[in-house]
């Protein structure tokens, strides 16, 4: 964890700011926000990655669909509420809900019918997307939010996809760990380019 006192106030500036260095933010049980930068870094190579022929056939045969920033409120909320204790705090909703507003924040939602079964959520900053926390009401539903992300991202250009710590979920969509080190130049190539979400 990264803790400076001189740490200006919590705001969306802060958090374009810090994530340009590769730092993210976490609330603790009592709202405190601590400063990340782990080393290693777990992302999802996007070049070699695409759901498997299995999950393509239960996608077609589902009746689920996905969209992008319908819902991104709800989104983080059900980020927030569903995981039990969670790192995602009510000054943490505000300001990536401001983000959202400014075009950085966006989320992915998986309907069933018309009813928000699972997603995502996370920041986009030039070429580089920044996964924050996704859920799921019934089974698969968080994997086609993410998939459905993994597409767009590919067809626009992206070249860094950051999932932060590694889990047991993240892993198993294939993240892997490169350096910090690695990390930061994989980051400002990305940052080079225009915003593209």
């Not at 870094?41 to 920033?69: G, W, Y």
């Not at 980020?79 to 969670?86: I, K, L, P, W």
């Not at 400014?102 to 939602?109: F, L, N, T």
């Not at 030039?126 to 926390?133: H, L, N, T």
């Amino acid at each position: 964890m990264i803790c400076t006192d001189s740490t200006p106030p919590f705001s969306p500036q802060l958090l374009l700011a810090t994530y340009a260095q590769g730092i993210f933010p976490m609330a603790d049980p009592d709202g405190n926000i601590g400063w990340y930068s782990p080393d290693p870094r777990a992302v999802f190579p996007m070049d070699v990655m695409e759901p498997n022929a299995r999950f393509r056939r239960f996608l077609r045969k589902s009746d689920l669909s996905c969209t992008i920033d319908q819902e991104f409120e709800s989104v983080i909320g059900q980020c927030a509420t569903v995981h039990g204790e969670s790192w995602i705090s009510s000054q943490i909703i505000e300001a990536y809900s401001a983000l959202h507003h400014m075009g950085h924040a966006h989320s992915v939602e998986t309907w069933k019918g018309d009813q928000l079964v699972g997603g995502l959520y996370g920041v986009s900053l030039g070429a580089a997307f920044f996964g924050e926390s996704m859920f799921s009401l019934i089974s698969n539903a968080s994997k086609a939010a993410f998939y459905h992300l993994l597409k767009h991202l590919k067809e626009q250009g992206f070249v860094l996809f950051d999932t932060q710590f590694p889990n047991d979920h993240t892993v198993s969509l294939g993240a892997i760990e490169v350096p910090r080190r690695e990390f930061r130049t994989m980051l400002a190539q990305a940052l080079r380019s225009p915003s593209l979400f």
